[in-house]
């Protein structure tokens, strides 16, 4: 069931719930109603969150105090964070209604609206649903955002937020299905359902037209399974303009073994979430059809389950690639690079002017950078520093890493053009050799395979897929 929303300029009505911003260090101040007690004591961290009852014209108002932390540090992205777990713990207390009183705080109202709009949905998603019903946690069915007034630049800033939020709630639930129930056709299967339903033209190339094409890589990858693999080609057309083609490339592994190189057990099954980069791809196209944007867009994601089988690749096999260069597999479970080099050319190939691929390429990225931020590797000074500004406009952390021929030993081969694999510094060797398949196009990659995934929960988003890189793709097409 989705989420009623709406705005408004009224704070009470109706005995419903009222979420209240309280900044760090500061008295909770709330007009609206009269007997508001000194005495309640509310830290106001930020997202903590406290369920209260107050007395108010003689009845009981359930008031539920978000804390936005201190004030010199506030912007849309706390909002955003506080406001989803206000809605978590609205939730959890299985309230049904919630009308959140946007704070009076800095100058762009709209971008708060927006923010706490996201907010609202994004605290709402679960990864429930393969729980029997009754064990199910509670969902609010209504949430208003109340505004100091109600208008046509506010009301379309709750769409923005509706439409981008529930696009990366869409993005997360496909990163958090289980493989079984999502391989490489499937995955395919719901990209096609949702360009129909937005207008996206869509084509999917199929095992053996992959093989045919010649996508060398893809086609090693998925043939070890007896799922064949799939390309997912999504394009977006923009009537008006005739701007520059951009590509938006996606890690589509629906399930990575290693292959013949195995993974051990340990955590394995996160390994159904290494398609959240194509999940992003996807999500994005969905919300950039909504929102209109004046470049021409074309999504790719290549989509395959790695496994071990007689029919896999195995180390020390060479393949060639679209591009035509050779790589030798030293490593089948450095998987992720031989499937995107492919997708790459393919991008090249269709045209595209500028490319953008989010990955859950290496381990190594967590290793550096944690659950934070994701590695940004780029050919291009000024394609990662306008990357870099969506990024931090969509509240989504990024750090440049290098693209450099210093690293070059760990990509080079005895046998063939390249290899797979080559040692440690693997984000980096990683992202090197994708770089030769982007050569003189713009290229930049982000290395999501740290904040793809939540071990712990987070304000804005239980354990899990994140769906890390949506807005910041979002942010690229549409934002300014
Ligand atoms: N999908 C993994 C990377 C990954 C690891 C994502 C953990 C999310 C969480 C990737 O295909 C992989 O297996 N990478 C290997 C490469 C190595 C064998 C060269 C890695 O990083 O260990
Ligand atoms: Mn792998
Ligand atoms: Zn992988």
Known sequence: MSLHLELASQPLKDGEPVALCVFKGERISFSALATFGDEI????????TELISVASNGRLQRVLLIGLGRR???DAHVLRRAVAAGVRCASANRLDALRVIVPEAGRDLSALVQAATEGAVLGQYENDVHRQ????????????VVAPFADEML?????RGRIVAEATNWARSLADEPSNLLPPRELAQRAAQMCVERGLAIEILTGAEIEAHGMGGLWAVGKGSAEPPALIVVRYEPTATADE??????????????????????GMEEMKADMAGGAAVLGAMRAIAELGSPRRLIGIVPAAENMPSGSALKPGDVIKTLAGFTIEAVDTDAEGRLILSDAIAYARQCGAQRIVDLATLTGSIIVALGDVHAGLFSNDDAWAAQVCRAAERAGESVWRMPVSDDYKKLIESDIA???NYGGRPDATAAALLLSKFAADVPWAHLDIAGTAWLDE??????????????????ELACGS
């Open 417 to 419: 053009d390249f290899k």
């Open 155 to 159: 009301e379309r800033a709750v769409v």
């Open 245 to 266: 083609l951009w590509a938006f490339v996606g890690k589509g592994m629906t399930f990575d073994t290693g292959g013949i190189s195995i993974k051990p057990w340990q």
């Open 72 to 74: 010199e540090e506030f």
């Open 41 to 48: 004591e509310f830290g106001g961290e930020e997202s903590e």
């Open 133 to 144: 019903k009754a064990e199910k946690k509670g969902r609010l069915e209504r949430v208003v």
């Open 457 to 474: 929960e987070r304000p804005d988003s239980p354990k899990g897929a994140t769906g890390a890189g949506v807005r910041t793709l979002i």
